[in-house]
């Protein structure tokens, strides 16, 4: 099975980019892209903090928001390791896998 990340056309380079192709790509009951207050109510995370996500002002997300992140745009933690700082990686894998 493909990840979201072979989904997507092109090849997105940064986490922020990722974030927005996967949600436009999401379809809503109305047949249009996603919106992110639709990801909000999947998640509970703030708008403006997904808002920060998808225009790359957040980098290095803590793990309570990643986990809340992967949820709401319904990825698993391969999907977006690629994008992570490499220390956050090994960090944020423990806290998602257990």
Same mark, same amino acid.
């Given at each position: 099975?493909?990840?979201?990340? *072979?989904? =997507? *056309?092109?090849?997105? &380079?940064?986490? %922020?980019?990722?974030?927005? %192709? !996967?949600?436009?790509?999401?379809?809503?009951? $109305?047949?249009?892209?996603?919106?992110? &207050? %639709?990801?909000h $109510?999947?998640?509970?995370l703030?708008?403006?903090? =997904?808002?920060?996500? *998808? #225009?790359?002002?957040? =980098?290095?997300?803590?793990?309570? &928001?990643?986990?809340?992140?992967?949820?709401?745009?319904?990825? #698993?933690? *391969?999907? @977006?390791?690629?994008?992570?700082? =490499?220390? #956050? $990686? $090994?960090?944020?894998?423990? @806290?998602? !896998?257990?």
């Amino acid at each position: 099975m493909k990840n979201k990340r *072979e989904l =997507l *056309e092109g090849d997105p &380079t940064t986490l %922020a980019d990722f974030l927005r %192709a !996967v949600r436009k790509q999401q379809k809503g009951g $109305n047949g249009k892209p996603l919106t992110l &207050t %639709a990801i909000h $109510n999947r998640c509970g995370l703030p708008i403006p903090i =997904l808002s920060k996500l *998808e #225009a790359g002002q957040i =980098l290095d997300p803590r793990s309570s &928001t990643l986990k809340s992140m992967l949820h709401g745009y319904g990825l #698993a933690f *391969e999907d @977006v390791a690629r994008y992570l700082p =490499l220390r #956050a $990686n $090994n960090k944020m894998q423990r @806290v998602i !896998v257990k």
